[in-house]
């Protein structure tokens, strides 16, 4: 059990497992209690002894407290005293091959096999060994031993659990011949493209979600990369079809006054569109909880199909990415990008702004995307020559105008949280309000330019850092050379209609800041103090 650092520093003694002071009861644990200092002084004012700085050593001990031979029945008295959100699987030496598990608002899957079960907070970690899965709820609490699992409620109450089938399990966890998972997911991403569109133009989800065309607006919640997928979404979703859209922090969502009742962003009963590559992301089940209460139609676009989020909201667009390991997304974000096209497209046909010529026009330039991005992968060798004029730097910029904007963004995401080099991704037009006054000629921007109805102005923008002496790396189309002779330095990608350029500039973004990342040495799938799914708020 791997568990990132909530309360107290990483270190051998705040690891998990922990044990009861009798140290017969060992307990891991997701998440984090919220009362534990209130439960550990009053288990220290009878006797308890605590060695760490953790939260969860109160659990075996708490447990302990309550141990009269019935693992299950001391782990159901302990659900009352504490406060917060978790996953916790214990074990007691007297039963070796009973592990108890119980969960709030964090995931719990449990596996059934032959003689033998699974208990995990992620799928991906199970599906190799069995495809039959039992989704506990809330406060449920699971007995597992190898040759029967059984569900009580929280009095206690024996009952009755669903087995779903999942998908067969078909990926190995691999390298695959590639340095690093993130490398090997950024060349499967023409694959993981083509999956996603069989899924999205064959087997019709879209056709399931019952939606309205007569939709008056749109909110999209999400978190990092997957709010920037959201961005690109509004642009193609308000150009098809003329809807409102507004993209939402799913941190911030929940807790703004419209959602809590005052009115506005919620009174109009928008359609709620929540992305999460995990499905347990939590800010983002809570925004669909949030939206769900107010009446709204809410539909996930998810990579995990049976994720919390997948069995809480009213539709959903599985993406078919694959698993991903590298804790930096890649191939999760332009499937994330696709489903939110082929929603524009599917509601703008719905709503009559598009015919079926039109509908099939935009899937035939969507199936064309994968073979672009592998012409493009294919270069990918030359991309490496730009890594010296950012790897010395303290500070970049990326900037972007209209459907580009939001990979500014993301490409600032991607170089600093893998080589922890400081980067923020601006609007071209906002130089002058204010980052204009940090260039200077070792202050690198990478300039994002696509020949669409903004692009002259972003070529003035190039030729104003130019002026400040900042060096200017620019990606563009194939033979744009007005792009290239103002820039210092340049990548060009094939040629494509501008309102796709979001999924080849993608990948050269990300490219880019591996091939940064690993010549200054950083730990590319595992950066520094970030996690691949965040389950806690």
């Not at 060349?187 to 493209?193: C, D, G, H, V």
């Not at 719905?350 to 064309?368: T, Y």
């Not at 994968?370 to 790897?391: D, G, W």
């Not at 309000?433 to 260039?439: I, K, S, Y």
């Amino acid at each position: 059990h791997t568990r990132w650092a909530t309360h107290g520093v990483p270190s051998d003694v705040n690891s998990h497992p922990h044990l009861s002071n009798d140290g017969k009861i060992a307990v891991v644990h997701n998440g984090t209690i919220d009362n534990y200092l209130d439960i550990k002084s009053g288990l220290e004012d009878e006797g308890f002894e605590f060695m760490s700085e953790s939260d969860t050593e109160v659990i075996p001990n708490l447990i302990s407290k309550y141990y009269e031979g019935d693992l299950v029945k001391a782990v159901s008295k302990i659900l009352d005293e504490i406060q917060g959100i978790y996953t916790i699987a214990a074990i007691h030496v007297d039963n070796s091959e009973q592990i108890v598990t119980v969960r709030k608002e964090t995931p719990l899957v449990i596996g059934l096999g032959n003689s033998e079960n699974y208990v995990a907070s992620d799928i991906y970690a199970i599906l190799k060994y069995t495809q039959q899965i039992i989704y506990p709820e809330d406060h449920q609490i699971v007995s597992v031993s190898p040759s029967e699992v059984n569900v009580f409620d929280e009095k206690l109450s024996n009952i009755e659990f669903e087995v779903e089938t999942v998908e067969k399990y078909t990926e190995v966890a691999e390298k695959g011949g590639f340095e690093h998972f993130m490398l090997k997911e950024i060349f499967e991403q023409p694959k993981a493209l083509q999956d996603s569109q069989t899924e999205l133009f064959v087997n019709s989800p879209l056709d399931k979600l019952d939606l309205n065309w007569k939709i008056g607006s749109i909110s999209v919640v999400a978190c990092g990369t997957s709010y920037h997928a959201g961005l690109v979404g509004k642009y193609v979703i308000e150009q098809l079809t003329a809807i409102p859209v507004s993209v939402h922090y799913a941190s911030e969502f929940r807790y703004a006054a419209p959602v809590q009742g005052v009115g506005g962003l919620m009174s109009s009963r928008p359609l709620v569109v929540l992305i999460s590559q995990s499905g347990e992301t939590a800010d983002t089940l809570a925004a669909a909880r949030a939206a769900k209460q107010q009446g709204c139609h809410t539909v996930a676009i998810c990579n995990v199909p049976g994720s919390r989020i997948t069995r809480e909201v009213d539709g959903v667009i599985i993406t078919k990415s694959g698993q991903e390991i590298g804790v930096a997304a890649t191939k999760t974000f332009l499937t994330q990008m696709q489903a939110l096209y082929a929603l524009a497209m599917h509601l703008a046909f719905q709503s009559g702004s598009i015919d079926h010529v039109m509908l099939k026009n935009w899937e035939n330039e969507l199936r064309g995307i994968p073979s672009k991005i592998t012409q493009l992968l294919n270069s990918a060798e030359s991309i490496k020559e730009l890594v010296p004029h950012i790897s010395k730097a303290k500070s970049t910029f990326f900037i972007g105008r209209n459907i580009n904007y939001p990979i500014a963004l993301e490409g600032a995401l991607k170089l600093k949280e893998i080589s922890y080099i400081h980067a923020e991704g601006y609007p071209a037009g906002e130089l002058k309000h204010g980052p204009l006054a940090l260039l200077t000629s070792e202050t690198p921007v990478i300039a994002i330019a696509v020949q669409d109805h903004t692009y002259s102005k972003l070529i003035s923008n190039i030729e104003e850092i130019s002026a400040r002496s900042a060096p200017v790396i620019t990606v563009a189309q194939k033979g744009d050379q007005q792009a290239l002779r103002v820039s210092d330095h340049s990548f060009e990608f094939p040629e494509v209609d501008p309102v796709l350029s979001p999924f080849l500039v993608s990948v050269f973004v990300q490219l880019l800041s591996y091939y940064v990342a690993h010549d200054l040495g950083k730990s590319i799938d595992k950066p520094r103090n970030l996690a691949k799914s965040v389950t806690v708020e």
